[in-house]
């Protein structure tokens, strides 16, 4: 695991991406400040799911690096890279469970899959980490097609959390819930983060939610047809004059 102790978990360096003739990022130069809660705001189609890929090391740049825990990400080569995204526990739209494994072992798989962890290790890692999300012991047994929405999403983030990362990403963690089942959602992202800051924890969230954006998030980076248009502590945010900032605060 990485020791890396710099200001920015993540550096986009002339950040540039093309898909044949179209240009979906555009230079981007800034960093993700380590042990905070950074989301990428903006309306459909402005380049925050590519921007994320890249912090994955999914998608290569046109121009630029991407620079992750001092490291240029896209500069490993395959076996590398699959290691160094053990630094990345990540939570997707759909909660992305396997369908046919209980919430037990899709939270086990991880640990199974990297680790050398024996049964009894797994069993105290797999069910500490299911109760800091609130899943008990009973619903631990459950199929996600058991499980609420919520409660997928729960499950999720334990999942994401087995391997102790440096980084959680979160792509639209929160659409298809309820505005109740949202902000649980949310408060339970914060609280994990929480726990977890003293080590450099960083949260990337990307989002659509204005409110819960400017509820949860430290740092807001707005972006705007393959630009950061700002990007700002929260208190900042509120008070920007920027025409387009204003624009989507008052919708
Ligand atoms: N593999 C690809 N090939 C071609 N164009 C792509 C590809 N991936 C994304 N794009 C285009 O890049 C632009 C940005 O897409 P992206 O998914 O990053 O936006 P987004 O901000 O995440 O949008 P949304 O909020 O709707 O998910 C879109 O116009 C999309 O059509």
């Not at 921007?51 to 630029?64: A, C, N, R, S």
């Not at 909660?95 to 072992?105: H, Q, T, V």
């Not at 929480?194 to 972006?223: C, P, Q, W």
């Amino acid at each position: 695991m990485s020791e890396f102790s710099g200001e920015y978990s993540v550096e986009f360096k002339g950040l540039t991406k093309k898909f044949g003739d179209s240009t979906i990022l555009y230079n981007l130069n800034f960093g993700i400040h380590r042990g905070k809660i950074t989301t990428i705001l903006g309306f459909s189609g402005a380049g925050k799911t590519t921007l994320m890929k890249h912090i994955l090391g999914l998608v290569d740049p046109t121009e630029g690096d991407v620079v992750v825990l001092g490291t240029a990400i896209n500069k490993l080569g395959e076996l590398d890279l699959r290691e160094f995204r053990r630094n990345f526990g990540m939570v997707f739209q759909y909660a992305a469970l396997f369908d046919f494994l209980s919430s037990y072992e899709n939270v086990a798989f991880p640990l199974r899959e990297f680790t050398k962890m024996n049964e009894e290790e797994i069993r105290t890692k797999v069910m500490g980490l299911l109760e800091s999300v609130g899943i008990s012991p009973e619903a631990a047994k459950r199929l996600p097609s058991e499980l609420s929405g919520g409660m997928r999403k729960r499950v999720g983030l334990a999942r994401g959390l087995a391997l102790d990362p440096h980084i959680m990403l979160y792509d639209e963690p929160t659409s298809g819930l309820d505005p109740i089942t949202t902000h649980v959602v949310y408060d339970l992202m914060r609280d994990t983060h929480r726990r977890n800051e003293h080590r450099g924890f960083t949260s990337i969230i990307i989002s659509h939610d204005i409110h819960a954006t400017l509820k949860y998030s430290d740092y807001i980076v707005f972006m705007e047809k393959g630009r950061v248009v700002e990007h700002l502590d929260v208190e900042s945010f509120k008070k920007s004059e920027n025409p387009v900032i204003r624009r989507f605060l008052e919708l």
